[in-house]
């Protein structure tokens, strides 16, 4: 940790969120333990580009469709672990991971915060007794890239996540708030610069027994676009993007251009079994008129499938459904997930498969967005004669297929009720 101050955390899953460096490109926390001294994270090169292009064949502005070249992000980075002053204290392992870090109790390592890890080699540095040549330094053998896949980064906390085309049409919308044209954004090059913090997590340990230390800093992130000024303009947009269908070419064969989960999906803690099931938004956008089918896959398993919904982005561009993931019955399906106080992961990934209107034909299943959503069971405490509202909450294990799937929930309208008639 050099010559930073070292701050120890004690943290609780809650605590440990997003650290102070997701927000500050000049923080830096860390944590230590008893057979930890000092653990130390460095970049080669304070910058990482993230390319996007436009990938569409017209040279119409209002047919632009960005994609990023690059399926992973290689992050320059290298580390050093220092374990305590103790002769029986040997180095062990070490791991680095996209997000910040907290400790888990006093010796562990908190990642909630974190939104991909990886095994990592570092420097480490063993004392081996003050007659048989002090410390012993062992090197982490050259450079090395954290490689970080950008589909595990786009769903998160917004001072986490980078979703390179949502950060460039952020940009995008505040150039056309400034009186702008879309036209004159894209014939250009743009840069638009995001720091997001790295962490390096080192375990030493002594008969056996492991303990932890890490640290974090940030690296800046630069999502950038190559301008072509071939580009010719179209019909106005309007200032909101996708606000309209004016926006949205017609006329071409049904697609799903767009699926996320929501932004800072809510993970569930709460007691086991849930009252209701934790439900997950599914944001998504398209073009054309046809049907659709959508699932979740939960490492292999799929849990919900929708009924076959049917779509027109004329009138109905952005969407979102609302699936149920059927905790109750999966707790009961796999007994381990009931251990009080350990998290469970789930790797979800969004699959979509579409037919035209008019077809009989349905396209094959296409991945779209992946995120790690995580439950974990608490005790509960009873408070008088009065019901606790066990939901999940907003933070940041493969199982046999349910005999049951979530369905899409859709708000029922109530009319408003007619008011009294007055006496005559």
Not at 20 to 46: K, L, Q, W
Not at 212 to 217: I, K, N, P, Q, W
Request: proline share 6%; aromatic share 8%.
């Amino acid at each position: 940790m050099g010559n930073y101050t070292k701050i120890v955390f004690a943290a609780t899953a809650m605590t440990i969120g997003l650290s102070a460096a997701a927000t500050s490109t000049h923080a830096v926390t860390s944590g230590s333990s008893e057979y930890v001294e000092n653990v130390d994270i460095s970049f080669r090169s304070g910058t990482v580009y993230l390319d996007v292009k436009n990938v569409s064949g017209s040279k119409l502005v209002s047919q632009v469709s960005l994609q990023p070249q690059t399926t992973e992000l290689s992050i320059p980075a290298s580390g050093y672990a220092k374990c305590s002053h103790n002769k029986k204290v040997d180095f062990d392992s070490a791991k680095i991971y996209f997000g910040g870090l907290g400790m888990g109790g006093l010796d562990n390592i908190n990642s909630s915060g974190t939104l991909h890890e990886s095994n990592y080699s570092i420097a480490n540095a063993t004392w081996n007794g003050q007659f048989n040549g002090g410390w012993i330094t062992e090197s982490d053998g050259g450079d090395q890239f954290f490689k970080v896949p950008v589909n595990k980064i786009k769903i998160g906390h917004p001072a986490l996540r980078v979703d390179p085309v949502e950060i460039l049409n952020a940009k995008l919308q505040a150039h056309l708030n400034g009186g702008g044209t879309k036209l004159d954004f894209f014939r250009h090059d743009q840069e638009v610069a995001v720091p997001r913090p790295v962490s390096i997590a080192a375990w030493c340990e002594k008969d056996g027994l492991r303990k932890a230390g890490f640290e974090t800093r940030t690296t800046n992130i630069v999502v950038r676009y190559k301008g072509d000024p071939q580009l010719a303009g179209g019909p106005v947009l309007n200032a909101q993007l996708g606000q309209g269908p004016q926006q949205i070419a017609t006329g071409l064969p049904f697609q799903i251009t767009h699926a996320t989960f929501q932004p800072n999906l809510p993970n569930y803690v709460g007691k086991c079994a849930p009252k209701n099931d934790p439900v997950i938004r599914v944001n998504f956008k398209g073009t054309g008129e046809g049907s659709m089918l959508l699932k979740i896959d939960d490492g292999g398993n799929t849990v919900p499938t929708t009924p076959i919904t049917l779509f027109n982005s004329e009138d109905q561009y952005e969407r979102h459904v609302d699936l149920a993931y059927p905790l109750k019955l999966r707790l009961v399906q796999n007994a381990s997930w009931n251990t009080l106080n350990q998290t469970f992961s789930h790797p979800l990934t969004i699959k979509v498969r579409v037919k035209n209107k008019g077809s009989n034909n349905w396209g094959p299943w296409k991945d779209f967005a992946s995120v790690t959503w995580k439950h974990r069971c608490v005790p509960q405490v009873s408070i008088g004669a009065g019901a606790i509202n066990n939901g999940g909450y907003q933070s940041q294990g493969n199982a046999a297929r349910p005999a049951t799937i979530g369905t899409v929930k859709v708000p029922v309208l109530q009319p408003a009720p007619k008011p009294a008639r007055a006496a005559d």
